[in-house]
């Protein structure tokens, strides 16, 4: 049997789903839009945005880049955030961070309306995640590695769930996703004791440390599913996870490669959010 | 020695710090201030207001309660808390749940203002929880189970925590102020399968479950520290943690009674909170 999880499989059909909807809509006379925020010209950025246009256009959903200058000061982001919020043929807003330091993000991510924040930015959809409310938009990577463990029919109830890492784009609202599943969940970090001791009790390893191939067999107890949810280049260019993939391969049940992992489902997550997004608002006008 | 830990030696702690303050904020013509609002007359509700009163005295702050009646309707109620938001003389907003079935509380967690929130309504104080800043206000029994381990000196960072209890009130807002504490956490409830071996982990054992003394030695490994939230009132009327206190003590480090442990502390966190709000807008003002 297959051990690598496919992550291109998972997009594909979130994408298939997104794409119907997106039809539906578009009968309908609406035309369903993301807004990608970019402030100055990272390459990380554009390469991320190049990726996110392209899966857009797959499912049917039109993409729109604002592309403001790295030296836009915060009143001035804060009135362009506004017209998108206010725009009704807008209907996610994407703001790419890191912001340039000047720019006080703890304002900003208030501006961007909880019903357009597609990203998870808005403190309200934050605390959507915390208490379980699924009208919410939780971070597209973390709900990236839930969508994995769904296309599989993973079952997450009573499963021994461990999260590597406490980020809020990842460790802390992956752990708040499989709690809602019904998993026993621990959460580790740099600070946790005896880390492989901790890791090797996991049904279901998740790592988000950012630290390559830092997970080897010994971390990981027998017929584990490990989700790498780590993407990190190496020094000659080559992108790797989190996990020692070729090593821990005979022991695990299943594991997600990097690449065409995790990260190959982030953007059919966010395709999915804006779809959601319309629907959202669209059912509120009529 | 000692092994219970007295959570009236927290509180009086915490209530001296307090009344400190609160003397301070008053030399400077400052009255702190806390409104309780309370829809109807649940008894219960009016036991932990007369607490509450009590309490706050000795802290030298105001409290006034707002009774309103049990069939007061969404809007008004909405009216009666806005006017609190926007009253100067007001620093904190403690309003009583469960509120009557015909009241949308999604709506009402909005109205009372984050400054003002000291219990943790607000979304934007859950998220702030979640992103461990704190200028926040945490729900306050979550906050006074953390106060104690304060108190007692007890260290957190690299423990095993086990949190058993996933409520918005308790469960998860002590697992994000543990992970603030760097301890590693996990999150146990009712689907958890084999209780006993997750808990037998914990160098630090929450039991926030509701069940009366369902804790039991066998839960505990040796020298845990445990801290019990439970409250519960048996048949004959007798308060009860969700610890078998007696059965667990020579196998303990040490253990919160009930009562006397944790609940002595909730409303001296609460008098904290009203101080930090008070502070809080006083320091915007000027």
Do not use: W
């Amino acid at each position: 049997m297959e051990k690598l999880l496919n992550g291109k499989f998972v997009a594909s059909s979130i994408i298939r789903d997104a794409k119907n909807e997106a039809g539906k809509l578009r009968r309908d006379g609406i035309i369903p839009k993301l807004k990608i925020v970019r402030v100055g010209e990272r390459k990380d950025s554009i390469a991320y945005e190049n990726a996110i246009i392209k899966r857009m256009d797959e499912a049917n959903i039109e993409t729109e880049v604002l592309a403001l200058p790295e030296d836009i000061d915060q009143s001035n982001l804060i009135k362009q955030l506004k017209k998108l919020v206010d725009s009704s043929s807008v209907h996610g807003i994407m703001l790419f961070r890191p912001l340039p330091k000047h720019i006080d993000e703890n304002e900003i991510k208030f501006v961007i309306s909880p019903e357009k924040d597609v990203d998870c930015i808005n403190p309200v959809n934050v605390a959507k995640l915390v208490e379980g409310d699924e009208t919410g938009f939780p971070p597209c990577t973390a709900m990236a590695a839930l969508e994995v463990l769904k296309y599989y029919k993973i079952e997450l109830e009573g499963k021994e769930a461990v999260v590597i890492g406490r980020s809020m784009v990842v460790g802390k609202p992956l752990s708040m996703l499989l709690l809602r599943g019904n998993s026993t969940v621990t959460v580790c970090h740099s600070k946790t004791k005896n880390l492989s001791k901790v890791t090797k009790r996991a049904d279901i390893l998740v790592a988000a440390i950012g630290q390559p191939q830092m997970i080897k067999k010994e971390y990981l107890k027998d017929g584990a599913i490990v989700i790498d949810v780590g993407i990190n280049v190496d020094s000659s260019g080559k992108i790797t996870g989190d996990v020692d993939t070729q090593d821990c391969l005979d022991k695990v049940q299943f594991i997600t490669p990097v690449p065409s992992g995790v990260g190959s489902v982030t953007t059919a997550v966010l395709a999915k959010h804006v779809i959601k997004a319309c629907k959202l608002v669209n059912r509120t006008v009529r």
